[in-house]
């Protein structure tokens, strides 16, 4: 066992997954999560409202002594002084410094990082990735953006920027615009979870739309095999529930990698646990 997981094991912990309309804390213990809460986030909410949405889940789940709590945004992240820049669909959080914040309200240690990586690291240390000490966990939702673990530890860049792959150009546009649930408005008009359900039931136009999908996804693959070459990918978000409608096509494609050892031993799998964010998260305020 880890460090971290006995940690986890002895030690209640706080995580706190803050998402762009709802924001979830759940107290961990015994490598699991023990209890939790989740408040709706003020769409157009003041900085303020915003904050007390995040207090008043983790109020709600405080019911003793915690040693720490870990924080994931979906933002760039001054991870070293606790600031959260330009906040994914919360207007109001341009900069906030949301570490100190929480750690003078609630006098305990606290941590920051971006989703993409504690979905990662949840995944890491809870999840699919136990075992491998490289590896991506790639979210596939709104946007795309991944975690990078190389060496059991996160790699968040100076800027907490690292993993950005949604942002790499791409035939006309860029990643994201082609690999995330865009796509679908984006390239054919359509609604991506309307597709899926017409997946469903088998029809010919949207199972196009998915192979389509799957196609741009094996090449944005490849490009993060070409750069990290990591032992398994792990793919989390909601477009990821038509992962066998997409799954052959995108296979198809890694096939093709110049390097055909990268293709042979690359593993690729979905994450099943719905706790992985706030489990992630929490393991940001131990040792790893």
């Given at each position: 066992?880890t460090k971290i997981?006995?940690?986890i094991?002895?030690?209640?912990i706080l995580g706190?997954?803050i ?5 979830r804390a ?7 999560v023990?209890r939790s ?5 003020p769409?157009?909410g003041s900085?303020r409202?915003?904050?007390h949405?995040?207090y008043?889940?983790?109020?709600e789940?405080?019911?003793g002594t915690?040693s ?11 991870i070293?002084m606790?600031?959260?820049y330009?906040v ?5 959080w341009k900069e906030?410094?949301l570490?100190?914040?929480l750690?003078d309200?609630?006098d305990?240690?606290?941590?920051l990082n971006?989703?993409a990586?504690c979905?990662?690291?949840g995944?890491?240390y809870?999840g699919k990735g ?9 979210i596939i939702?709104?946007?795309m ?5 190389i060496n059991?530890k996160?790699y968040?860049?100076?800027?907490c920027?690292?993993?950005e792959?949604?942002m790499?150009p791409?035939?006309?546009?860029y ?5 995330s649930?865009?796509?679908?408005k984006?390239?054919h ?12 039931h088998g029809?010919?136009?949207a199972l196009?739309?998915?192979?389509e999908f ?5 090449h944005?693959?490849n490009t993060?095999?070409?750069a990290i070459?990591p032992?398994?990918?792990i793919l989390?978000?909601s477009?990821c ?6 799954r ?13 050892t ?7 799998d979905?994450?099943?646990?719905a706790?992985i964010?706030?489990?992630?998260a929490a393991?940001?305020?131990?040792d790893l």
């Open positions: 066992m997981q006995d940690n094991n002895h030690e209640p706190v997954d998402g762009g309309t709802k924001v759940s107290k961990i213990q015994d490598m699991k023990t809460a989740q408040f709706l986030i769409k157009n900085e409202d915003v904050l949405a995040v008043n889940a983790i109020d789940v405080l019911d915690i720490g709590m870990g924080i994931g945004v979906p933002s760039v992240v001054d070293a606790g600031i959260v330009d994914q669909n919360i207007p109001s906030v410094h570490g100190g914040l750690s309200r609630y305990v240690p606290v941590h971006n989703d990586n979905f990662a690291l995944e890491r809870f136990k075992g491998h000490a490289n590896m991506i966990g790639l939702g709104t946007g953006a991944a975690g990078i673990v059991n996160i968040n860049g100076p800027n920027g690292a993993g792959f949604g790499i791409y035939l006309d546009h990643y994201e615009y082609y690999c649930g865009q796509f679908f984006n390239v008009g359509e609604n991506g979870p309307d597709v899926y359900q017409s997946c469903l029809q010919a136009k196009a739309m998915f192979a799957g196609n741009h996804l094996g944005a693959i993060i095999l070409y070459d032992e398994i990918i989390g978000g477009v529930k038509g992962y066998e409608f997409f052959e096509a995108m296979w198809a494609v890694i096939h093709r990698n110049v390097y055909r990268m293709s042979a031993n690359i593993k690729i979905v994450s099943d646990n706790d964010h706030v489990l992630g393991a940001l305020c131990l």
